[in-house]
């Protein structure tokens, strides 16, 4: 009696095993280059986990098809499905067996091998593809040329065609050239260019390109009529293997470049922009060259987006200073797949004159306090203490005076306001306290204001606080 119910689940166990029923197969194990081949599926029994198969023979599934069936046994309903996966095969291979889960049982389909023939060199096919590569040993980053030639015989009628280009996986495609057709022969040829850049190193494939044909065929059906049907081709292009190599550490570009700056001048007036345009020109990753921005000190410095076209960079940077600068060379560093090494590139470095330079006149300024100060330290030895005595009694006595009267505060309500409409005025006179946090960031947004094509908004009570604070007018 005990072991009966384990008796029990066993038999149970075995029947739903009898009622579960996995098999798998292919229409053809043996083709051309081209053909199409149907893998197809056959599940029976409950709780069936359907598989999910994107890919097969490290080939794309083109279409998938489904049919079920259920019917009763012994009273228990028994679910058929059977499911189908078309896939063009383009070399000789192997599907693996595939685990389905029934239940709580696992199943596995048997191996299945594929032969896949070379297609014919005749002379005479309808449609040839092929891929061809300007290059097979290459860096990461580093451009180059994948030609796609579709000829096509121009005798050949069909209803229909669909193509589908080849794929990249792992290559980032900078450009795809208009298609050229031209004539050769009893051919039609399509060429189409590809830029690629190889995203990483290893040895990376080209998938194959495929055109797809539609074309009528009469047959006799059963009843001895002619009937017209749509037969589909396919027409593969050749894989393309590539070796691509790591780039030196360090180095982020690879390609040859010439590097070059348009100035209009090297003069200009104070806190007025000095507009210059950075050009790089060449073929290579251009994608990866970063801002030429550079970090002058006591420079303020705008730098627009870096614009690429027609292999040509270009980005423009403005100068804002109230004195004379100089601006660094700019240059960029490489590594160049012709001569094998790495190449670094720069302009010459740039002195700026800014006219009537603030850092001058404050120089001359200071000059000549100092000479007044040294004066007055003399005349001031030269005199006797009882003169020192008087005049000191004198100033003491004028100062209580002006403390008394305030005569300022009658000064003050004649004078006219600065207009914070005069937003260039307002800058030069704030440029001298630029250390202050707040007066940088006001700084920062009447340069904007002036100088770049972006609308700021000042905050007006921010600045009124600050010309209030540092007594400006």
């Not at 998938?207 to 027409?235: C, D, E, T």
């Not at 600068?325 to 960029?332: E, H, K, M, R």
């Not at 307002?426 to 960031?441: F, G, H, M």
Request: net charge positive.
């Amino acid at each position: 009696m005990k072991n009966l119910g384990k008796i029990l689940l066993l038999l149970l166990i075995l029947q739903n095993s009898l009622f579960a029923d996995v098999s798998a197969s292919v229409d053809s194990t043996s083709v051309t280059v081209g053909d199409t081949v149907t893998y197809t599926v056959s599940l029976s029994g409950e709780d069936i986990e359907k598989p999910s198969i994107k890919s097969l023979c490290d080939s794309d599934i083109i279409s998938t098809g489904s049919s079920t069936s259920i019917q009763s046994i012994n009273g228990k309903m028994k679910s058929s499905y059977e499911l189908s996966y078309q896939f063009i095969p383009t070399k000789s291979c192997v599907i693996k067996p595939l685990e389905i889960k029934i239940g709580s049982d696992k199943f596995l389909t048997k191996e299945i091998k594929i032969e896949v023939k070379a297609m014919s060199n005749s002379a005479d096919k309808d449609f040839i593809l092929s891929l061809h590569s300007n290059k097979k040993e290459l860096y990461v980053g580093e451009e180059f040329e994948v030609s796609l030639l579709i000829k096509q015989k121009s005798s050949v009628r069909f209803i229909d065609s669909r193509f589908t280009p080849p794929k990249f996986n792992g290559f980032w495609v900078k450009k795809e050239l208009k298609p050229q057709r031209y004539e050769d022969g009893d051919y039609i040829i399509t060429k189409v260019v590809y830029v690629l850049a190889p995203q990483r190193e290893s040895k990376q494939v080209i998938k194959p390109a495929y055109i797809k044909i539609a074309s009528r065929i009469k047959r006799l059906n059963s009843f001895g009529m002619m009937n017209q049907n749509v037969k589909w081709k396919h027409y593969l292009s050749n894989e393309l293997e590539l070796d691509v190599k790591p780039l030196p550490n360090g180095v982020k570009l690879v390609g040859s470049f010439q590097i070059e700056y348009e100035l209009k001048s090297n003069e200009v007036e104070v806190n007025e922009p000095l507009n210059l345009t950075v050009k790089v020109r060449g073929n290579g990753n251009f994608e990866d060259i970063e801002s030429f921005k550079p970090y002058i000190k006591g420079v303020n410095i705008f730098d627009e987006k870096i614009s690429i076209k027609n292999s040509v960079l270009t980005q423009d940077i403005a100068f804002v200073s109230d004195s004379n600068f100089t601006i660094p060379p700019f240059s960029l560093e490489f590594f160049n797949p012709d001569t094998k090494k790495i190449e670094k590139i720069s302009t010459k470095e740039i002195l700026v004159n800014v006219k009537n330079a603030k850092a001058k006149q404050d120089l001359n300024i200071k000059r000549e306090e100092n000479k007044i100060e040294s004066k007055t330290i003399i005349n001031y030895e030269k005199l006797s203490y009882l003169k020192i005595a008087i005049i000191f009694i004198i100033g003491l006595s004028s100062g209580i005076v002006l403390m008394l009267l305030s005569p300022w505060k009658y000064i003050k309500k004649g004078e006219k306001s600065m207009s914070l409409k005069d937003s260039k005025v307002i800058l030069i006179k704030l440029l001298p306290y630029k250390d202050d946090l707040e007066v940088a960031n006001i700084i920062e947004e009447l340069e904007k204001s002036l100088y770049s094509k972006e609308k700021v908004d000042i905050d007006k009570k921010k600045l009124k606080k600050l010309i209030k604070k540092y007594n400006i007018s």
